[in-house]
């Protein structure tokens, strides 16, 4: 008989949007009638089609697969040097300095920041925000290790700072934020920075969101503070940067400045130790994705996909004006594509998940699924298209 992993027993029964799922379905099933009227601003999937250039380099490098002279098997698990390339060219005009190197392309942030657990030891201390996104406690949980709770409430506007009476090994952190939307500014950055040096502790730094943000003062990735290839590790993807949810390509930055004594003192490479794993257990990116990435990632690429993103503001704009209409507290929707707000009437989450289904068939994200501090917030995405975006918030209107 084999020995189980037990840390699944920890683990809750369904992923969050998997028992938003099963929510809507069983109302479907109740209310036939409704169900076509239902309009889902819950789980972050977009709606544009991929950029003109994204296409057009899609075809070419199929083309390319066609004929024996451009034909192209196995790639290098790090990703093509041309891609990653791209990738550091990105960053310099965003005024990062990366090292194409220090660059490994995968198929999704999500599945980095799981994997990347395989790096540290059980015994590590890991210290995640409450409200979080539920995969990097999940994938500690199933991995056994310890996991303490930094707190995001209304009176630190969702971004909890260092405190340096808690001592933590792993640090995870998400700007700008999902679920909350906030976003850090370089000082606050800063001081967690200097708390990870001081206690010799890793981020890793979720920059999923980077391309939403809009202010200019605001950093789009940790390595805009001096000191961070110290001690972070970054993690961004084009899901909704460019509309590849479905087309899945994601690069994570693995500094090789990021070295560590071993119990033995001999020391190890968090970079070489991720190469070693990446070219263990990953075959790589498909070359058609790699190519359309890179093309996405040029100058024109980016406009393009600027565009998709104004379209998906303008949504977030047109939710938050409700809310003010309504004078219901929220963050998010600047530069972020999510709106985190208060339930009305002091309801908690999941009962206003139930009555919006219920009465107006508008679908969102409870808030106590992304942890305790969330109970009783919500979180919609701008994801969808103007048209249902606007009828969901005019049914809201009606009923708050």
Request: hydrophobic share 35%; aromatic share 12%.
């Amino acid at each position: 008989m084999p020995k189980l992993n037990e840390n699944y027993l920890n683990v809750q029964d369904s992923y969050l949007f998997a028992e938003i799922a099963r929510r809507v379905s069983a109302y479907e099933e109740l209310h036939p009638d409704k169900a076509g009227s239902i309009i889902r601003l819950g789980i972050g999937d977009v709606t544009r089609p991929l950029t003109k250039s994204a296409v057009e380099a899609l075809h070419k490098a199929a083309d390319e697969q066609a004929v024996p002279e451009t034909f192209k098997g196995y790639g290098p698990e790090q990703g093509y040097a041309f891609v990653r390339k791209a990738v550091a060219d990105y960053y310099r005009r965003n005024g990062v300095n990366v090292d194409p190197d220090s660059v490994f392309i995968s198929d999704g942030a999500k599945s980095d920041t799981g994997n990347i657990t395989e790096l540290f030891a059980k015994d590590n201390v890991i210290l995640v925000p409450d409200p979080v996104y539920p995969v990097y406690v999940d994938t500690n949980t199933m991995d056994g290790k310890q996991i303490i709770y930094m707190n995001g409430t209304e009176e630190n506007n969702f971004l909890p700072m260092p405190d340096e009476s808690v001592k933590a090994d792993i640090i995870y952190l998400c700007s700008p934020n999902n679920p909350t939307g906030a976003c850090y500014n370089t000082e606050q950055l800063r001081k967690w920075v200097e708390y990870a040096l001081k206690n010799d502790a890793v981020i890793l730094f979720d920059s999923a969101y980077e391309a939403f943000v809009s202010e200019p003062k605001l950093p789009r990735s940790i390595y805009a503070v001096e000191g961070a290839k110290k001690c972070a590790i970054e993690f961004c993807s084009l899901s909704k940067t460019a509309g590849f949810t479905g087309t899945r390509f994601s690069y994570t930055i693995v500094p090789e400045e990021l070295v560590f004594s071993a119990s033995d003192g001999r020391q190890m490479s968090l970079h070489d130790m991720w190469n070693r794993r990446q070219s263990t257990k990953f075959n790589g990116t498909p070359y058609i994705i790699q190519y359309a990435a890179a093309q996405v990632l040029t100058e024109e690429g980016m406009k393009e996909c600027m565009e998709n993103i104004s379209y998906y503001m303008e949504n977030a704009r047109i939710i938050a004006e409700t809310l003010k209409k309504k004078d219901i507290p929220f963050t998010g929707g600047v530069n972020s594509p999510y709106i985190w707000f208060k339930c009305p009437g002091g309801m908690e989450s999941w009962e206003l998940f139930d009555y919006l289904l219920e009465n107006i068939q508008v679908v969102g994200t409870p808030g106590g699924g992304f942890g305790v501090n969330g109970k009783n917030y919500f979180r919609l995405t701008s994801f969808g298209t103007h048209e249902k975006t606007k009828e969901a918030m005019e049914r809201f209107d009606r009923l708050f």
